[in-house]
């Protein structure tokens, strides 16, 4: 039996915890509510492409397999929560999302949204690439909720949002792929939703855009806004979310907070893709095989307890471990960390400091360790570890880039990567 609730109702903004930034679960029922939700689809083994191919083959037995996309999720989301989805392609997230947005319609369990919504979905949908920017703007915010009258008088809004002004009377055909993201999300933005549902939908966004959205998120969410945010950008879910659920194959693999999520995708997603490999079989599955595989990487404390953040000035460490699948000598292990501006603060590896690193056989594991003084300026750092083949030009075994993060904290700083210690000496004469 399936029940869903869609409510587009007035809600208030509730009181929140000042630690969580939530909104009090006792004062407020979910936003949204999942209650054993299932999704399929049944997917035919012969597929008829023309009217003459379904006349010859009318009376065949039309056989097929059934998708499970959603397989018995249950979450609540409450008022003010920036929640994310995240999951290998294929594991059920944007069905999901497409389920609380009412394009899809569940088989099965108790669906509630208790707000408006504003799908963040395949953002566009409706623009007519024959009529102005200006004419679609209207028209799509329209179509999104808005009256008539509040779509003009938001238009400067989404004109200056969208930053492109120059363009707004060139026909839509001759936008680029970009500029017509820029203006959809744009007019979104505009749609007073209580509850935004976001399914990747910057990836095709410039830098510069992408981080002005991100920043729209976190006005919305200090608004007391419940978002929904399906990506694969692990950074990001570690930056935005107060929770996070890992999906696989349909099924909820854990909600949890985002850096255990964020660790537990990295690591499903390797393994299965080692996973799939092995399962190919033949001659060549040795090949495919990899010498090392790196299975997890985090930072640690000098007692060696798992860390999240760490003072600035105080000693730090890198953790990674790797199993070897096939033997090998001296591999070299290297590890990189960078600012969230991508670019590289630190990076070091066993062939500059350490030198041979012996002698790996089948089936060993090793844990790889490296101290460093942590002046790294504050804020937040991701780490790719990699285990390499000895030799110039090396070739990669694995390599595992965002496996994990660290926020950095200090009292000040230079503006330069790191903040070496030193001192002023000034002589006056």
């Known amino acids: 039996m399936c029940r869903c609730y869609l409510q587009a109702v007035s809600t208030t903004v509730r009181p929140s915890d000042p630690q969580t930034g939530l909104a009090d679960a006792t004062l407020a029922a ?7 939700v299932h999704k399929s689809f049944k997917v035919p083994h012969e597929r008829y492409h023309t009217l003459k191919q379904r006349a010859l083959y009318a009376f065949r037995n039309n056989t097929f397999d059934v998708l499970r996309a959603v397989d018995d999720v249950n979450v609540d989301i409450q008022p003010g929560e920036f929640f994310g989805i995240v999951g290998r392609n ?7 999302l497409k389920c609380l947005a009412g394009i899809y319609a569940v088989d099965q369990g108790d669906l509630e949204v208790h707000g408006r919504l504003a799908p963040f979905i395949e953002l566009g949908v409706g623009f007519n690439p024959e009529l102005t920017a200006r004419d679609n703007a209207i028209i799509n915010a329209i179509m999104l909720g808005l009256t008539r009258k509040q779509a003009e008088e938001r238009f400067e809004a989404i004109v200056e949002f969208a930053e492109l002004d120059e363009f707004m009377d060139l026909k839509l055909k001759n936008y680029s792929s970009g500029m017509q993201v820029r203006l959809a999300f744009s007019v979104a933005i505009q749609v007073d939703a209580d509850i935004l549902l976001i399914d990747e939908v ?5 830098a510069n855009f992408q981080q002005k959205c991100f920043d729209q998120f976190v006005r919305l ?5 419940t978002i929904v945010f399906v990506t694969h950008d692990m950074s990001a879910v570690e930056r935005f979310c107060d929770r996070a659920m890992l999906m696989h194959r349909g099924k909820v693999v854990d909600i ?14 390797f393994r299965t893709v080692r996973s799939e490999a092995r399962e190919l079989g033949g001659p060549e599955t040795l090949k495919r095989a990899p010498v090392a595989e790196i299975v997890d990487a985090w930072f640690e404390s000098a007692d060696r307890e798992h860390i999240f953040e760490a003072a600035q000035g105080s000693p730090c460490y890198v953790a990674f471990e790797v199993r070897f699948h096939q033997s090998t000598s001296d591999p070299l292990f290297s590890i990189a960390l960078r600012n969230e501006l991508g670019q590289t603060s630190f990076a070091t590896g066993t062939h ?4 041979p690193t012996g002698e790996f056989a089948a089936g060993a594991a090793a844990e790889v360790r490296v101290r460093f003084e942590n002046w790294l300026s504050p804020g937040r750092y991701r780490l790719t570890v990699s285990v390499t083949r000895n030799g110039v030009g090396a070739d990669a075994y694995d390599m595992r880039e965002d496996i994990a993060s660290l926020v950095v904290h200090g009292g000040h700083s230079g503006g330069g990567a790191v903040d070496l210690p030193h001192e002023f000496e000034i002589d006056v004469s």
């Open 221 to 225: 969410k200090a608004e007391g806004r």
């Open 256 to 269: 949890s907070d985002p850096g255990s999520i964020a660790r537990q995708y990295n690591q499903l997603n």
């Open 30 to 36: 979910p936003a949204v509510r999942l209650g054993h």
């Open 202 to 206: 910057l990836a095709v966004g410039d």
């Open 90 to 96: 294929g594991s059920g997230k944007s069905t999901l």
């Open 352 to 355: 500059l400091t350490h030198g």
